[in-house]
């Protein structure tokens, strides 16, 4: 037997057998009894050897017949080693260690498993590594300094401003010394020396200078003030983009586990409390700080022990700052922390109002508001008393200061050390002095709360992305659509969701994801889009691990829908453009034509141009699934996930919604995560998850034949459903089973009036057809993109420019729409009253005048092009088609709402 010698200091003396090599080292740190305890496990080509308590060394040879179990139960897992079924040994361990435990579970398996099978393992890509933004750590107001390097120039114009209007600040009290000692306390004494008009040209002189070097202060305080103040600005905005820049790359485990309104906080009121100090305190903190010390220096020439009693308040003054700084600091943080939890409440009980008000809990959401408040008022009541006694003190000492500087300044005039206009014009500096050192006082209480503030976003900034970037990433212009699962493992915090998960999905084919609630259906899906990365194993597309691609070229090719679609306040059309923010209305209406949403947007008066509440909320569910397949269809993905997309919506829905998936998984690459079995029936492959395992695997059929897991997920929903899960109700199966008419062929088509704002649509065959014309962007393009429904309310034909057809046709066209559009032209604002929360509008239209009430400020709608939509309290709507050329009044009352 040969020693070697071991880099891990763990192991100690560990001797190794010739040809013997360490393949894996877990540490276990629990005993038996799970109390803490170190020991270490090493796995061998040869042996599992175990250090025991006294230091020796036990041994299990690995044979036929051994294998080892893995299992977590409560915050602790448990590797065992069996033989012929029978425990052997065990170790435990806390969470801390389950990597490692892993890791030798793999080893163990990879060593065990027939010469050329796959191993468990794929090594980790390079990534880029995180560096902090900004190295100067516990000081968060000096690593603001970073954000004026971009701004050096108006920075430094700034400054400079500010030392030249100190400068100019110290001229005033230094000429009334020559005022007082040359004319007027010899005009007094009747001992000045010349004729009074003398007296007067000198008075006049030095007031001269007196009132130009306020004018100059003036000026030059107004120049550094419009220059700091803009340069301030634009900074905070730079810090507020950068805060939620940062946040878009953070991963989502990092939003796992925070609230909403607290990241909202951080950003808005924390960042408005940085605007505040930027613009405002940090350049009178500047230009105080100046004062104080050149008013210092000029004391000090004058007379230095005059200066030296009007100093002695600075020093007790300066230690009391340093030494409440910190409670200050510490008070705003608990502060900011209570303003967040509030705002939370908010940002949890507003958007679910829905369910507050259908269980009744408004008190109960009344009483956590209120609780929330009072904690605010609390933390606040406690550094205002501390505050409150901490400037008074300050002025005290400072009157103190004046009374020490007057005695002292009497005895040296008694005493003709000094003249009067000496003791003036110290006096003038000395209250000056005080003056702004109470001023500094004051921003303590600004400048700590900036300082929270700013160490609030600097943790959103130093938090490191969990999805890095490669170092050298691999090239994927174009995929095939080719997925694979290779042992895959992930845990999320405590918890082992998937466990040495495996399989492939050839491009374009469709897998289907089962399993029960819980299984890690969903978890499949983030790791596809990398939303977070695997513990174990690697997820390829075309043979290449995720990791090693830039994560945005990675998910241009990948199409999500989710259970629960998240639409974003705004236009239809800009939800389904999201993804491709750029494309043509003509592609946004080919994709939501694919997601059959095209003819219920159609059914809207804005069409396209309508504006969706918050999530979506003035969408029935299958409305804002369907407008999500559009979404996902836009980006014309190789890869498609659907995450339950027909889980919530009712029997009917989910057919209208499978008939839009059937057009959009054709020749993709499909993953599709279902509890309801019914919407894998294209499935070309079945994936069946149990507590995060494969139970089983293989085409529906040949499932269905083992009678396994999937047998019985299949005979379950059956037996619930009692065999209906695919009838829709009465009257309504035909309707989805009928064909949709055919579109008409523009060529020969001619268009008819046939009143009250309906055509007659004539084909070249001479079949006519009764039709009513809807404009698909009435606001955004209302002259192109008009469609043509039928009776049923199926569009037939969309003329993208209506200047194509015969002159008779486009005026017939045009006719009809004008009779189904009243959209009265907004010529003149005459008042707006507010009453309660509502305002009540009287204008004068091109159709008359007419009053109206608008509910919400949100229903004055500035378009893009600069117009503004009127939405009033019916309905109705109202165009302000140029408001640069109403009246004054009236574009006044307008700016209210801008």
Not at 512 to 534: E, M, P, Q, W
Not at 877 to 897: G, H, K, V
């Amino acid at each position: 037997m040969a020693d070697y010698s071991m880099e891990d200091p763990s192991l100690g003396h560990f001797p190794l057998e010739d040809g013997e090599s360490i393949l894996a080292i877990f540490q276990p740190d629990l005993n038996s009894h799970s109390a803490y305890e170190s020991g270490v496990l090493v796995l061998t080509n040869r042996r599992l050897r175990h250090r025991l308590g006294d230091g020796g060394w036990s041994e299990i040879p690995i044979e036929e017949g051994l294998h080892l179990e893995r299992a977590e139960r409560g915050g602790i897992g448990e590797l065992r080693a069996l033989k012929a079924g029978q425990s052997v040994a065990s170790w435990t361990h806390t969470l801390a260690q389950a990597r490692a435990a892993s890791d030798l579970y793999d080893a163990f398996n990879a060593l065990r498993a027939p010469a050329g099978a796959h191993a468990h393992r794929r090594s980790i890509p390079e990534v880029d590594e995180w560096e902090p933004s900004n190295p100067l750590e516990g000081a968060p107001l000096l690593r603001l300094l970073g954000l004026a390097r971009p701004h050096l120039t108006a920075v430094s114009l700034g400054l400079g401003l500010t030392f030249a209007s100190t400068a100019v600040g110290l001229i005033p009290p230094y000429l009334t010394m020559p005022l007082v000692d040359r004319v007027l306390v010899p005009g007094a004494q009747g001992q000045f020396r010349g004729h009074v008009s003398d007296a007067y040209s000198s008075v006049a002189v030095y007031l001269g200078g007196l009132a130009g070097a306020a004018v100059l202060a003036w000026l030059l305080a107004w120049a550094q003030g419009a220059v700091l103040a803009a340069v301030t600005e634009r900074m905070a905005a730079d810090l507020r983009n950068r805060s939620f820049s940062h946040l878009q790359r953070l991963g989502l485990q990092y939003f796992g586990g925070k609230r909403t309104g607290d990241l909202v906080a951080r950003i808005s009121s924390d960042t408005d409390h940085l605007c505040a100090f930027l613009s405002d305190t940090l350049i009178d903190f500047i230009t105080d700080l100046l004062m104080i010390v050149s008013t210092a220096a000029v004391l000090l020439t004058l007379d230095p022990l005059l200066a030296a009693a009007a100093l002695a308040s600075f020093p007790p003054i300066a230690w009391l700052i340093v030494h409440i700084r910190g409670t200050l600091t510490h008070g705003f943080l608990r502060g900011g922390r209570a303003w967040s939890a509030m705002t939370s409440i908010l940002a949890d009980a507003i958007p679910g109002i829905r369910v507050v008000k259908a269980f009744s809990q408004e008190g109960r959401e009344i009483a956590r508001f209120e609780r929330a408040n009072q904690r605010i008022v609390d933390v606040n009541t406690r550094i205002n008393r501390l505050w409150t006694f901490f400037w008074p003190l300050v002025q005290l000492l400072n009157q103190l200061g004046l009374l020490v500087v007057w005695a002292v300044g009497a005895w040296q005039v008694l005493h003709g050390h000094v003249t009067v206009g000496v003791l003036t014009a110290f006096i003038a500096y000395i209250s000056r002095f005080y003056t702004r050192v109470e001023s500094m006082s004051r921003m303590l209480t600004a400048t700590q709360k900036a300082s929270a503030g700013a160490q609030r976003l600097f943790e959103i900034l130093d938090r490191a992305p969990t999805e890095l970037e490669p170092k050298h990433p691999v090239r994927q212009p174009e995929i095939r659509g080719e997925v694979a699962f290779e042992h895959v493992s992930f845990r999320h915090g405590s918890r082992l969701v998937l466990d040495d998960v495996s399989f492939r999905v050839e491009p374009g084919r469709m897998v289907g994801i089962v399993g029960h609630t819980g299984s890690g259906k969903s978890t499949v899906a983030n790791l596809v889009c990398r939303f977070y990365d695997v513990s174990n194993g690697a997820v390829l597309v075309d043979g290449v691990d995720v990791r090693r691609i830039s994560v945005a070229e990675h998910r241009r090719h990948i199409g999500i829908v989710l259970q629960e679609p998240f639409l974003f306040f705004g236009t239809l059309g800009e939800n389904v453009a999201y993804g491709l923010p750029g494309a043509s209305p003509a592609r946004v209406i080919a994709a939501a034509r694919a997601a059959r949403a095209h003819d219920f947007v159609l059914k809207l008066a804005e069409g396209y141009d309508a504006l969706v509440g918050e999530r979506g909320q003035s969408l029935s569910g299958g409305e804002r699934q369907r407008i999500a397949i559009a979404r996902a269809i836009l980006v014309d993905p190789r890869i498609l996930i659907l995450d339950e997309a027909t889980s919530a919506v009712d029997v009917r829905t989910e057919r209208q919604i499978q008939r839009a998936l059937d057009a959009v998984v054709a020749g993709r690459t499909t993953i599709a995560i279902a509890h309801r079995l019914s919407t894998l029936r294209k499935a070309d492959f079945i994936v069946v998850l149990r507590d995060g395992a494969v139970a089983e695997q293989g085409p529906p059929a040949e499932l269905l034949a083992r009678d396994g897991e999937y047998a019985r997920l299949w005979r379950a929903q059956h037996a619930a459903t009692g065999d209906t899960a695919n009838v829709a109700p009465e009257g309504e199966d035909d309707e989805l089973d009928r064909p949709d008419a055919p579109p008409f062929e523009p060529g020969g088509l001619r268009l008819e009036p046939d009143g009250n704002g309906t055509l007659v649509a004539v084909e070249s065959g001479g079949a006519r057809t009764r039709v009513t014309p809807r404009r698909c962007f009435p606001f955004t393009h209302p002259h192109h993109f008009v469609s043509l429904v039928d009776e049923r309310g199926h569009e037939r034909i969309c003329f993208e420019d209506p200047h194509t057809l015969t002159a008779a046709s486009e005026t017939a066209l045009l006719a009809a729409l004008r009779a189904t559009t009243f959209l009265p032209i907004v010529r003149r604002i005459e008042r707006v009253t507010a009453l309660d929360a509502r305002f009540e509008w009287h204008v004068e239209t091109d159709r008359g005048h007419v009053s109206f009430v608008v509910e919400q400020e949100e229903h004055v709608r500035a378009l893009e092009d600069g117009r503004y939509l009127l939405t009033d309290s019916h309905g109705m709507r109202y165009l302000i088609e140029a408001p640069e050329r109403l009246d004054a009044t009236s574009r006044r009352l307008l700016s209210r709402f801008s």
